[in-house]
Protein backbone atom coordinates (compact mmCIF):
# COMPACT_ATOMS: atom_id res chain seq x y z
CA UNK A 1 0.00 0.00 0.00
CA UNK A 2 1.07 3.30 -0.39
CA UNK A 3 1.95 5.89 2.52
CA UNK A 4 2.30 9.80 2.13
CA UNK A 5 5.87 9.05 2.30
CA UNK A 6 6.02 6.48 -0.49
CA UNK A 7 3.78 9.34 -2.92
CA UNK A 8 6.27 11.71 -1.73
CA UNK A 9 8.84 10.07 -2.98
CA UNK A 10 7.74 9.39 -5.99
CA UNK A 11 5.97 12.69 -6.89
CA UNK A 12 8.72 15.23 -5.87
CA UNK A 13 11.12 14.61 -7.64
CA UNK A 14 8.41 14.23 -11.19
CA UNK A 15 7.37 17.95 -9.78
CA UNK A 16 10.80 19.32 -9.25
CA UNK A 17 11.66 17.96 -12.84
CA UNK A 18 8.47 19.50 -14.43
CA UNK A 19 9.04 22.97 -12.63
CA UNK A 20 12.79 23.06 -14.17
CA UNK A 21 11.60 21.77 -17.18
CA UNK A 22 9.15 24.65 -17.75
CA UNK A 23 11.38 27.16 -16.21
CA UNK A 24 14.04 26.65 -18.39
CA UNK A 25 11.55 26.07 -21.14
CA UNK A 26 10.94 29.83 -20.34
CA UNK A 27 14.15 31.00 -20.18
CA UNK A 28 14.40 29.95 -23.94
CA UNK A 29 11.82 31.71 -24.74
CA UNK A 30 12.96 34.92 -23.32
CA UNK A 31 16.60 34.45 -24.74
CA UNK A 32 15.19 33.99 -28.04
CA UNK A 33 12.96 37.19 -27.43
CA UNK A 34 15.90 38.87 -26.73
CA UNK A 35 16.59 38.89 -31.09
CA UNK A 36 13.37 40.73 -31.34
CA UNK A 37 9.30 40.33 -31.82
CA UNK A 38 10.04 38.46 -35.34
CA UNK A 39 12.45 35.99 -33.96
CA UNK A 40 9.95 34.85 -30.97
CA UNK A 41 6.82 35.07 -32.94
CA UNK A 42 8.86 32.05 -35.36
CA UNK A 43 9.77 29.73 -32.86
CA UNK A 44 6.62 30.05 -31.15
CA UNK A 45 4.85 28.79 -34.39
CA UNK A 46 7.21 25.68 -34.94
CA UNK A 47 6.93 24.95 -30.84
CA UNK A 48 3.10 24.90 -31.65
CA UNK A 49 4.57 21.60 -34.08
CA UNK A 50 6.67 20.45 -31.98
CA UNK A 51 4.89 20.32 -28.81
CA UNK A 52 2.42 18.13 -31.18
CA UNK A 53 4.96 15.42 -31.49
CA UNK A 54 6.11 15.33 -28.46
CA UNK A 55 2.80 15.09 -27.30
CA UNK A 56 2.34 12.05 -29.55
CA UNK A 57 5.51 10.58 -28.56
CA UNK A 58 4.83 10.98 -24.58
CA UNK A 59 1.34 8.60 -25.15
CA UNK A 60 3.81 5.91 -25.95
CA UNK A 61 5.43 6.33 -23.04
CA UNK A 62 2.40 7.00 -21.09
CA UNK A 63 1.03 3.23 -22.13
CA UNK A 64 4.48 1.95 -21.41
CA UNK A 65 4.23 3.25 -17.98
CA UNK A 66 0.33 1.70 -17.77
CA UNK A 67 1.60 -1.85 -18.92
CA UNK A 68 4.53 -1.95 -16.90
CA UNK A 69 3.48 -0.38 -13.93
CA UNK A 70 0.50 -2.93 -13.65
CA UNK A 71 3.19 -5.96 -14.50
CA UNK A 72 4.80 -4.72 -11.52
CA UNK A 73 2.06 -4.57 -9.14
CA UNK A 74 1.49 -8.30 -10.42
CA UNK A 75 4.68 -9.07 -10.02
CA UNK A 76 5.94 -10.06 -13.11
CA UNK A 77 9.32 -9.43 -13.75
CA UNK A 78 9.82 -11.10 -17.16
CA UNK A 79 6.84 -9.44 -18.83
CA UNK A 80 7.86 -6.15 -17.22
CA UNK A 81 11.10 -6.26 -19.27
CA UNK A 82 9.50 -7.41 -22.24
CA UNK A 83 6.67 -5.05 -22.12
CA UNK A 84 9.71 -2.33 -21.52
CA UNK A 85 11.57 -3.19 -24.86
CA UNK A 86 8.83 -2.71 -26.82
CA UNK A 87 7.83 0.42 -25.89
CA UNK A 88 11.50 2.06 -26.61
CA UNK A 89 10.75 -0.24 -30.36
CA UNK A 90 7.71 1.35 -30.83
CA UNK A 91 8.41 5.09 -29.44
CA UNK A 92 11.76 5.39 -31.70
CA UNK A 93 10.16 3.94 -34.94
CA UNK A 94 7.57 6.11 -34.77
CA UNK A 95 9.74 9.08 -34.21
CA UNK A 96 11.76 8.18 -36.93
CA UNK A 97 8.68 8.57 -38.99
CA UNK A 98 7.80 11.94 -38.20
CA UNK A 99 11.44 13.32 -38.16
CA UNK A 100 10.94 12.54 -41.43
CA UNK A 101 7.95 13.87 -42.19
CA UNK A 102 8.19 17.14 -40.76
CA UNK A 103 12.16 17.81 -41.93
CA UNK A 104 10.68 17.15 -45.73
CA UNK A 105 7.36 18.82 -45.31
CA UNK A 106 8.30 21.25 -43.16
CA UNK A 107 7.70 24.36 -45.44
CA UNK A 108 4.25 23.25 -46.59
CA UNK A 109 3.10 22.09 -42.94
CA UNK A 110 4.10 26.05 -41.59
CA UNK A 111 2.37 27.59 -45.13
CA UNK A 112 -0.93 25.65 -44.25
CA UNK A 113 -0.93 26.55 -40.06
CA UNK A 114 0.86 30.28 -40.58
CA UNK A 115 0.64 30.80 -43.85
CA UNK A 116 -0.74 34.62 -42.69
CA UNK A 117 2.10 35.36 -40.58
CA UNK A 118 4.90 37.99 -41.84
CA UNK A 119 7.64 36.62 -43.89
CA UNK A 120 10.69 37.44 -41.47
CA UNK A 121 8.46 35.29 -38.84
CA UNK A 122 8.16 32.53 -41.37
CA UNK A 123 11.77 32.68 -42.37
CA UNK A 124 12.73 32.23 -38.53
CA UNK A 125 10.17 29.37 -38.54
CA UNK A 126 11.75 27.53 -41.24
CA UNK A 127 14.98 27.66 -39.86
CA UNK A 128 14.52 26.49 -36.67
CA UNK A 129 11.97 24.13 -37.80
CA UNK A 130 14.56 22.21 -40.16
CA UNK A 131 17.15 21.61 -36.71
CA UNK A 132 14.99 20.74 -33.80
CA UNK A 133 12.62 17.94 -36.21
CA UNK A 134 16.13 16.09 -35.47
CA UNK A 135 15.61 16.14 -31.98
CA UNK A 136 12.44 13.93 -32.46
CA UNK A 137 14.35 10.07 -32.06
CA UNK A 138 16.15 11.62 -29.10
CA UNK A 139 13.14 12.94 -27.09
CA UNK A 140 11.21 9.37 -27.64
CA UNK A 141 14.50 7.47 -26.51
CA UNK A 142 14.38 9.76 -23.26
CA UNK A 143 10.52 10.03 -22.60
CA UNK A 144 10.45 6.31 -22.82
CA UNK A 145 13.04 5.20 -21.05
CA UNK A 146 12.16 7.71 -18.27
CA UNK A 147 8.45 6.31 -18.57
CA UNK A 148 10.37 2.50 -17.74
CA UNK A 149 12.03 3.86 -14.70
CA UNK A 150 8.85 5.86 -12.97
CA UNK A 151 6.61 2.59 -13.70
CA UNK A 152 9.17 1.41 -11.15
CA UNK A 153 8.83 3.79 -8.74
CA UNK A 154 12.04 5.69 -9.61
CA UNK A 155 11.27 9.42 -10.54
CA UNK A 156 14.75 10.73 -9.18
CA UNK A 157 17.40 9.91 -11.87
CA UNK A 158 14.93 10.90 -14.58
CA UNK A 159 14.92 14.05 -13.23
CA UNK A 160 18.21 14.76 -12.52
CA UNK A 161 19.21 13.84 -16.45
CA UNK A 162 16.48 16.15 -17.46
CA UNK A 163 17.58 19.05 -15.22
CA UNK A 164 21.52 18.50 -16.52
CA UNK A 165 19.99 18.63 -19.82
CA UNK A 166 18.02 21.77 -19.36
CA UNK A 167 21.32 23.82 -18.01
CA UNK A 168 23.15 22.44 -21.23
CA UNK A 169 20.04 24.10 -23.26
CA UNK A 170 20.56 27.29 -21.98
CA UNK A 171 24.39 27.40 -21.91
CA UNK A 172 24.47 26.78 -25.29
CA UNK A 173 21.86 29.38 -26.12
CA UNK A 174 23.79 31.45 -24.40
CA UNK A 175 26.75 30.75 -26.41
CA UNK A 176 25.03 30.67 -29.58
CA UNK A 177 23.04 33.16 -29.15
CA UNK A 178 25.07 35.59 -27.75
CA UNK A 179 28.64 35.30 -28.05
CA UNK A 180 28.47 33.49 -31.73
CA UNK A 181 25.40 35.16 -32.68
CA UNK A 182 23.74 32.44 -35.10
CA UNK A 183 19.85 34.04 -34.53
CA UNK A 184 17.33 30.72 -33.77
CA UNK A 185 19.44 28.67 -35.31
CA UNK A 186 21.37 28.32 -32.72
CA UNK A 187 18.42 27.78 -30.18
CA UNK A 188 17.60 25.22 -32.02
CA UNK A 189 20.96 23.66 -32.31
CA UNK A 190 21.09 23.89 -28.60
CA UNK A 191 17.29 22.23 -27.72
CA UNK A 192 18.66 19.46 -29.97
CA UNK A 193 22.29 18.71 -28.45
CA UNK A 194 20.12 19.06 -25.39
CA UNK A 195 18.27 16.60 -26.22
CA UNK A 196 20.57 14.03 -27.68
CA UNK A 197 23.17 13.91 -24.32
CA UNK A 198 19.64 13.41 -22.63
CA UNK A 199 18.87 10.36 -24.75
CA UNK A 200 22.63 8.89 -24.22
CA UNK A 201 22.95 9.19 -20.62
CA UNK A 202 19.72 7.24 -19.59
CA UNK A 203 19.84 4.75 -21.75
CA UNK A 204 23.35 4.23 -20.41
CA UNK A 205 22.32 3.94 -16.94
CA UNK A 206 19.44 1.68 -18.42
CA UNK A 207 21.56 -0.99 -18.83
CA UNK A 208 22.63 -1.09 -15.34
CA UNK A 209 22.29 -4.67 -13.93
CA UNK A 210 20.72 -3.28 -10.97
CA UNK A 211 18.06 -1.70 -12.19
CA UNK A 212 14.37 -3.79 -12.04
CA UNK A 213 13.85 -3.35 -14.67
CA UNK A 214 16.11 -4.96 -17.42
CA UNK A 215 15.82 -3.90 -20.96
CA UNK A 216 18.99 -6.62 -22.25
CA UNK A 217 21.13 -5.76 -25.21
CA UNK A 218 19.86 -2.67 -27.52
CA UNK A 219 20.52 -4.37 -30.51
CA UNK A 220 18.71 -7.66 -29.57
CA UNK A 221 15.64 -6.16 -29.27
CA UNK A 222 13.20 -7.62 -31.23
CA UNK A 223 9.23 -6.99 -32.01
CA UNK A 224 6.71 -8.44 -29.33
CA UNK A 225 3.45 -8.31 -31.35
CA UNK A 226 1.07 -9.18 -28.92
CA UNK A 227 2.91 -7.07 -26.05
CA UNK A 228 3.60 -4.56 -28.22
CA UNK A 229 -0.18 -4.35 -28.85
CA UNK A 230 -1.02 -4.01 -25.09
CA UNK A 231 1.29 -0.87 -25.08
CA UNK A 232 -0.22 0.42 -27.96
CA UNK A 233 -3.78 -0.10 -27.09
CA UNK A 234 -3.42 2.08 -24.23
CA UNK A 235 -0.75 4.08 -25.88
CA UNK A 236 -3.20 5.21 -28.55
CA UNK A 237 -6.21 6.74 -27.66
CA UNK A 238 -3.82 8.88 -25.26
CA UNK A 239 -1.80 9.77 -28.27
CA UNK A 240 -4.71 10.23 -30.60
CA UNK A 241 -6.03 12.70 -27.57
CA UNK A 242 -2.42 14.68 -27.32
CA UNK A 243 -2.29 15.22 -30.84
CA UNK A 244 -6.28 16.66 -31.16
CA UNK A 245 -5.40 18.57 -28.17
CA UNK A 246 -2.44 19.77 -29.60
CA UNK A 247 -3.55 19.99 -33.27
CA UNK A 248 -6.63 22.51 -31.84
CA UNK A 249 -3.76 24.68 -30.42
CA UNK A 250 -2.51 24.44 -33.27
CA UNK A 251 -5.45 26.13 -35.07
CA UNK A 252 -5.93 28.41 -31.80
CA UNK A 253 -1.96 29.71 -32.97
CA UNK A 254 -3.31 30.51 -36.32
CA UNK A 255 -6.08 32.01 -35.15
CA UNK A 256 -3.71 34.41 -32.61
CA UNK A 257 -1.48 35.06 -35.85
CA UNK A 258 -4.64 36.81 -37.34
CA UNK A 259 -4.13 39.37 -34.40
CA UNK A 260 -1.02 40.37 -35.33
CA UNK A 261 2.97 39.83 -33.67
CA UNK A 262 2.40 41.76 -30.79
CA UNK A 263 -0.58 39.51 -30.01
CA UNK A 264 1.75 36.50 -30.98
CA UNK A 265 4.48 38.09 -28.87
CA UNK A 266 2.29 38.61 -25.75
CA UNK A 267 0.61 35.05 -26.16
CA UNK A 268 4.35 33.30 -26.59
CA UNK A 269 5.11 34.82 -22.82
CA UNK A 270 1.36 34.00 -21.22
CA UNK A 271 1.89 30.01 -22.85
CA UNK A 272 5.22 29.79 -21.82
CA UNK A 273 3.83 31.28 -18.12
CA UNK A 274 0.68 29.04 -18.03
CA UNK A 275 2.79 26.06 -18.70
CA UNK A 276 4.81 26.81 -15.93
CA UNK A 277 1.85 27.25 -13.24
CA UNK A 278 0.64 24.01 -14.64
CA UNK A 279 4.35 22.32 -14.18
CA UNK A 280 4.23 20.91 -10.39
CA UNK A 281 0.65 19.51 -10.70
CA UNK A 282 1.36 18.22 -14.11
CA UNK A 283 4.49 15.96 -12.33
CA UNK A 284 1.41 14.80 -10.02
CA UNK A 285 -0.46 13.67 -12.60
CA UNK A 286 2.30 11.70 -13.89
CA UNK A 287 3.34 9.92 -11.04
CA UNK A 288 -0.61 9.04 -10.51
CA UNK A 289 -0.48 6.91 -13.70
CA UNK A 290 1.89 4.61 -11.89
CA UNK A 291 0.40 4.72 -8.19
CA UNK A 292 -2.96 3.62 -9.98
CA UNK A 293 -1.16 1.37 -12.61
CA UNK A 294 0.82 -0.59 -9.58
CA UNK A 295 -2.28 -0.60 -7.64
CA UNK A 296 -4.70 -2.15 -10.10
CA UNK A 297 -2.29 -4.93 -11.27
CA UNK A 298 -1.69 -6.07 -7.75
CA UNK A 299 -5.36 -6.34 -7.70
CA UNK A 300 -6.25 -3.17 -4.78
CA UNK A 301 -9.21 -0.77 -6.59
CA UNK A 302 -9.94 0.16 -3.83
CA UNK A 303 -6.73 1.70 -3.11
CA UNK A 304 -6.44 3.13 -6.50
CA UNK A 305 -9.89 5.04 -6.13
CA UNK A 306 -8.37 6.45 -2.61
CA UNK A 307 -5.20 7.71 -4.54
CA UNK A 308 -7.19 9.18 -7.59
CA UNK A 309 -9.03 11.19 -5.17
CA UNK A 310 -6.09 12.14 -2.73
CA UNK A 311 -3.69 13.18 -5.18
CA UNK A 312 -6.19 14.91 -7.53
CA UNK A 313 -6.55 17.18 -4.19
CA UNK A 314 -3.06 17.60 -3.93
CA UNK A 315 -2.97 18.66 -7.06
CA UNK A 316 -5.29 21.27 -6.93
CA UNK A 317 -3.59 22.81 -3.63
CA UNK A 318 -0.18 22.77 -5.07
CA UNK A 319 -1.70 24.59 -8.20
CA UNK A 320 -3.69 27.29 -6.42
CA UNK A 321 -0.16 28.13 -4.47
CA UNK A 322 2.24 27.64 -7.64
CA UNK A 323 -0.60 29.99 -9.89
CA UNK A 324 -0.43 33.12 -7.73
CA UNK A 325 3.56 32.61 -7.55
CA UNK A 326 4.08 32.57 -11.01
CA UNK A 327 1.55 35.46 -11.96
CA UNK A 328 3.71 37.84 -9.75
CA UNK A 329 6.14 37.30 -11.95
CA UNK A 330 4.78 38.26 -15.16
CA UNK A 331 5.95 41.97 -15.22
CA UNK A 332 9.48 41.41 -14.69
CA UNK A 333 9.17 38.57 -17.08
CA UNK A 334 7.65 40.43 -19.75
CA UNK A 335 10.44 43.53 -19.57
CA UNK A 336 13.60 41.01 -18.88
CA UNK A 337 11.82 39.51 -22.74
CA UNK A 338 11.79 42.74 -23.98
CA UNK A 339 8.86 43.66 -24.91
CA UNK A 340 7.01 47.23 -25.32
CA UNK A 341 4.40 48.42 -22.83
CA UNK A 342 1.25 47.51 -24.77
CA UNK A 343 2.41 43.88 -25.18
CA UNK A 344 3.19 43.60 -21.28
CA UNK A 345 0.05 44.98 -20.37
CA UNK A 346 -1.82 42.68 -22.38
CA UNK A 347 0.52 39.61 -21.21
CA UNK A 348 -0.39 40.71 -18.01
CA UNK A 349 -4.44 40.75 -18.16
CA UNK A 350 -4.70 37.27 -19.62
CA UNK A 351 -1.97 35.88 -16.92
CA UNK A 352 -4.87 37.62 -14.16
CA UNK A 353 -7.75 36.26 -15.43
CA UNK A 354 -5.96 32.75 -15.80
CA UNK A 355 -4.71 32.88 -12.64
CA UNK A 356 -8.70 33.35 -11.25
CA UNK A 357 -9.87 30.35 -13.16
CA UNK A 358 -7.30 27.74 -13.31
CA UNK A 359 -6.99 26.43 -10.08
CA UNK A 360 -10.44 25.39 -9.75
CA UNK A 361 -11.14 23.76 -13.22
CA UNK A 362 -7.12 22.10 -14.27
CA UNK A 363 -6.90 19.36 -11.68
CA UNK A 364 -10.31 17.59 -12.94
CA UNK A 365 -9.72 18.19 -16.37
CA UNK A 366 -6.59 16.39 -16.20
CA UNK A 367 -6.25 14.26 -12.94
CA UNK A 368 -8.76 11.81 -12.52
CA UNK A 369 -8.35 10.95 -16.24
CA UNK A 370 -5.06 9.60 -15.72
CA UNK A 371 -6.13 7.72 -13.04
CA UNK A 372 -8.82 5.94 -15.48
CA UNK A 373 -6.16 5.53 -17.65
CA UNK A 374 -4.01 3.21 -15.89
CA UNK A 375 -7.06 1.31 -15.72
CA UNK A 376 -7.10 1.02 -19.01
CA UNK A 377 -9.93 3.42 -20.06
CA UNK A 378 -8.17 5.49 -22.27
CA UNK A 379 -10.95 5.79 -25.31
CA UNK A 380 -13.23 7.61 -23.23
CA UNK A 381 -11.07 10.20 -22.36
CA UNK A 382 -9.94 10.74 -25.80
CA UNK A 383 -13.43 11.13 -27.14
CA UNK A 384 -14.28 13.38 -24.41
CA UNK A 385 -11.29 15.22 -24.40
CA UNK A 386 -11.12 15.83 -28.21
CA UNK A 387 -14.89 16.74 -28.54
CA UNK A 388 -14.62 19.14 -25.90
CA UNK A 389 -11.40 20.63 -27.44
CA UNK A 390 -13.13 21.05 -30.94
CA UNK A 391 -16.19 22.56 -29.72
CA UNK A 392 -14.62 24.79 -27.12
CA UNK A 393 -11.22 25.47 -27.52
CA UNK A 394 -11.11 25.83 -31.05
CA UNK A 395 -14.86 26.65 -32.31
CA UNK A 396 -15.32 29.06 -29.20
CA UNK A 397 -12.20 31.32 -29.80
CA UNK A 398 -12.71 31.43 -33.80
CA UNK A 399 -16.22 32.93 -32.93
CA UNK A 400 -14.71 35.09 -30.43
CA UNK A 401 -11.54 36.23 -32.35
CA UNK A 402 -12.59 36.25 -36.31
CA UNK A 403 -16.05 37.20 -35.85
CA UNK A 404 -16.16 39.39 -32.44
CA UNK A 405 -13.30 40.51 -32.17
CA UNK A 406 -12.59 39.39 -28.64
CA UNK A 407 -8.71 39.15 -29.26
CA UNK A 408 -6.49 37.59 -26.87
CA UNK A 409 -8.58 37.34 -23.85
CA UNK A 410 -11.14 35.40 -26.50
CA UNK A 411 -8.54 32.80 -26.82
CA UNK A 412 -8.11 32.24 -23.12
CA UNK A 413 -11.64 32.17 -22.90
CA UNK A 414 -12.28 29.11 -24.99
CA UNK A 415 -9.65 27.10 -23.07
CA UNK A 416 -11.43 28.14 -19.48
CA UNK A 417 -15.38 26.63 -21.50
CA UNK A 418 -12.66 23.12 -22.21
CA UNK A 419 -11.70 22.64 -18.94
CA UNK A 420 -15.03 23.44 -17.24
CA UNK A 421 -16.88 21.00 -19.57
CA UNK A 422 -14.05 17.90 -19.04
CA UNK A 423 -14.01 18.49 -15.35
CA UNK A 424 -17.72 17.79 -15.48
CA UNK A 425 -17.77 14.71 -17.45
CA UNK A 426 -14.34 13.52 -16.35
CA UNK A 427 -16.64 13.72 -12.45
CA UNK A 428 -19.32 11.75 -13.49
CA UNK A 429 -17.07 9.35 -15.41
CA UNK A 430 -14.78 8.22 -12.05
CA UNK A 431 -17.99 8.09 -10.19
CA UNK A 432 -19.98 6.09 -12.60
CA UNK A 433 -17.05 2.95 -11.74
CA UNK A 434 -17.41 1.80 -15.46
CA UNK A 435 -13.44 2.94 -15.81
CA UNK A 436 -12.68 0.15 -13.70
CA UNK A 437 -14.16 -2.45 -16.23
CA UNK A 438 -11.01 -2.32 -18.32
CA UNK A 439 -8.18 -4.98 -18.38
CA UNK A 440 -4.89 -4.14 -19.84
CA UNK A 441 -2.67 -7.65 -18.84
CA UNK A 442 -4.05 -10.82 -18.58
Given amino acids: MYTNKDLRKLLIPLMIEQVLTSLMGTADTLMVARLGETSVSGVSCVDSINKLVIFLLASIATGGTIVCSQFIGKGDKKNTDEAARQVLLASFGISLVLMLFCFVLRKWLLNIIFGSVEAA ?9 KITAISYPFVAIFNSAASIYRAGGNSRLPMLISAGGNVLNIAGNYILLFVLHTGVSGAAWATTGSMAVNAAVIICFLRFKNNPVD ?3 LYMIRPRFRLMLKVIRVGVPTGIENSMFQFGKLIVQSTVATLGTMAIASNAVVVALELVTSMPSQGIAIGLITVAGQCIGAGRLDEAIAN ?4 TLWAAVVLFVWNWIIFFFTMPVCRLAGLDEATCALTFSVMLLISIV ?39 TTVLCRFMGAGLTGIWCGYFLDWAVRSVVNVLRFRSGRWASHKVID
Wanted: aromatic share 12%; hydrophobic share 55%; glycine share 8%.
Fill in 121 to 129: VMDSALDYF
Fill in 215 to 217: IGR
Fill in 308 to 311: IKKL
Fill in 358 to 396: KPFLWPLSFLPPNGMRAAGDAAFSMITATLSMWICRVGL
